[in-house]
């Protein structure tokens, strides 16, 4: 039978308490704005390069965006998202 990812890490994650959790919380909320920025990036037709250039901003780090290594700036958050013709907005959580 196959264990889900979460099942997987249940116990584990158990152990590393409230600090760990809100670490996690950090990186799926950078993880889900890298994956809405390549989706977007890709539906325009637009490599990283070109990207970067019409945002005044480096490959590396449209680059690192995208791989969740860094959580860009509100600023470059709404020049990516201009190029992209998308809008910034905060959404109420699920509660």
Do not use: F, H, W
Not at 43 to 72: F, H, W
Not at 73 to 93: M, Y
């Amino acid at each position: 039978m196959k264990r889900t990812y979460e099942q997987a890490t249940k116990k584990r994650r158990a152990r590393l308490g409230a600090d760990a959790e809100a670490q996690a919380a950090v990186l799926a909320q950078a993880y889900d704005i890298a994956i809405q920025i390549v989706e977007l990036r890709e539906r325009n037709g637009l490599t990283q390069v070109e990207l970067a250039a019409r945002c005044g901003i480096d490959q590396g780090d449209v680059s690192r965006i995208e791989r969740g290594v860094t959580s860009p700036t509100a600023r470059t958050l709404q020049r990516i998202a201009e190029v992209l013709s998308a809008d910034v907005r905060l959404v109420a959580r699920a509660s």
